[in-house]
């Protein structure tokens, strides 16, 4: 198991090592991702890209090998997620209601749905941490009159009682509070003082089984939390087993999700970024991916978007070249802005959220909560680890109102020019961005000097706390 446990953490230092190697590459080349679509003539110039390019994706490839084959992996983070499910429902279904401390979570804040349910997770993480059971008060959901039951299993088995309601104090992380027998909390953005477990911090019971099965133990935690809390309903389950049948998802494999954002989130909160980017990355996965599965004939994409126009776009540039290009249109159509944030709406993104989190590899921006709730999702939903299986064309993944991300030196740098900074073995970094060129940006904490750095010279550094 020890020997398992280095070579695991050997290949992901392998895969991300490639992986900044390809970006490093690709930045000098630029007509890299043209490559293969070039017509006609082959200069030998683009021959020798091709071939490079090849042997990349072969390198890419086969240290994918041995997280396919690794069953105890699969068995560990089974293991792992009966035991934080079992955990969450005892928490949430107490023998005793009464006497329980509890967490009231409101669930009205005011962003879209993938925002919401992550406000509903950083409270259950602060009920999970505190022991206490958290109810929902969802009575001005603006995605459903009906309330979070419209579309998901009750989060609790106990109600919160007039007397809870008017009790309750609000946390402040004074002890006379944290004592209290009802508490509610603020949204994250206003805490008056963060705590040690919000992400993203890990438990440190689980930590060393976590790191040593899973690329990105915080995206799984996290993962586990949303998983739990997005039981479906009935109704919802009809529904969502309905869509998968539609679209026959079980049998296209390996499929990659492609989540496209834009309308009111461009330009004030992202870039836009037009579908050939996207496409590109989509490209790169298969070109891996066919060494992997030597008889893979589809190139297989669901694509999710605000935007109706970038499914009829898809449809009519990506057709050909094995692509089999699937999506909701009346998701899409659900989605237009005038009712985005409403009933209309809510099984459209739900469903989404659901295919896109089902998919082997993700192709977003992580700069929107509806790809980074999918990509927590597709960690708590298979017993693989998908942790590093996403392509995300602005920012690192992140959670609203975390401690944020550090990384540890593993090999020291000297600043090649003015944008770097030195680093020494064993500096830590408050990790901000990657600039998929090789090169990322952070600050490190010993020089408090900010710059860019060649990313494969840090590894992440886990935030492992008692819960
Ligand atoms: P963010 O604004 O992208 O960070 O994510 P939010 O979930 O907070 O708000 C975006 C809202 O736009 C979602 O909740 C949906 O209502 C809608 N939306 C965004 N992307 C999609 C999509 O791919 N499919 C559907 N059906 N709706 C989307």
Redesign the pocket.
């Known amino acids: 198991e020890e020997r398992m446990d280095q070579l695991r953490r050997q290949e992901r230092t392998i895969q991300a090592a490639l992986e900044n190697l390809f970006f490093l590459y690709k930045d000098h080349v630029p007509t890299i991702s043209n490559v293969s679509s070039t017509q006609g003539q082959i200069s030998a110039a683009d021959k020798k890209q091709n071939e490079a390019v090849e042997m990349f994706q072969y390198l890419l490839a086969r240290t994918q090998q041995l997280t396919i084959n690794d069953e105890s992996r699969k068995q560990k983070l089974r293991n792992l997620t009966k035991m934080v499910e079992t955990r969450l429902h005892n928490l949430q279904h107490p023998q005793e209601c009464e006497g329980r401390k509890k967490l009231i979570c409101k669930l009205e804040k005011s ?7 992550h406000h509903v997770i950083y409270c259950l993480i602060v009920a999970y941490a505190t022991n206490r059971t958290m109810l929902l008060d969802d009575k001005t959901w603006r995605y459903s009159d009906d309330g979070w039951t419209s579309v998901f299993q009750p989060v609790s088995s106990c109600k919160i009682s007039a007397h809870e309601a008017r009790s309750a104090k609000r946390w402040t992380g004074k002890a006379d509070v944290t004592s209290a027998s009802v508490i509610h909390i603020p949204i994250v953005d206003v805490l008056e003082q963060q705590m040690p477990y919000l992400p993203q911090s890990i438990p440190a019971d689980l930590a060393s089984d976590l790191i040593s099965v899973h690329s990105y133990p915080p995206a799984w935690w996290i993962g586990q939390f949303a998983q739990y809390l997005m039981r479906p309903s009935d109704d919802l389950l009809l529904h969502l087993n309905a869509e998968e049948k539609r679209l026959v998802l079980a049998n296209w494999r390996p499929l990659v999700g492609v ?3 834009r ?3 461009v330009p004030s ?1 992202a870039a836009e970024h037009a579908l050939s980017e996207y496409m590109t990355w989509v490209d790169h996965y298969f070109n891996v991916q066919r060494f992997n599965y030597p008889q893979l004939a589809y190139k297989p994409v669901y694509l ?3 935007d109706g126009p970038v499914i009829e776009e898809a449809y009519d540039k990506y057709s050909t070249n094995g692509y089999v290009m699937m999506a ?1 249109e009346k ?2 159509a ?2 237009r802005l005038d009712t ?2 409403n009933e209309k ?1 809510l099984y ?2 739900i ?3 659901h295919i896109l989190s089902k998919t082997n590899y993700l192709v977003c921006t992580f ?5 980074r ?1 999918a990509y927590e999702l597709m960690q708590a939903r298979s017993f693989e680890d998908k942790g590093m299986n996403f392509h995300s064309l602005d920012d690192i993944y992140y959670y609203g109102g975390q401690l944020g991300r550090e990384l540890t030196v593993v090999e020291a740098h000297s600043a090649q020019r003015p944008a770097e900074i030195d680093l020494k073995e064993g500096d830590v970094v408050k990790y901000e961005a990657n600039l998929q060129n090789g090169y990322s940006i952070g600050r490190n904490a010993r020089t408090n000097r900010r710059g860019q750095f060649p990313s494969f010279k840090t590894i992440d550094k886990w935030r492992i706390v008692e819960f």
Request: charged residues 20%.
């Open positions: 962003c879209g749905f993938a925002c919401q349910i989540h496209v954002r309308t009111d989130k909160e999710a978007t605000d909701n998701i899409a659900s989605a985005r944030y709406s459209g993104i469903t989404d959220i700069s929107s909560q509806v790809c709730l």
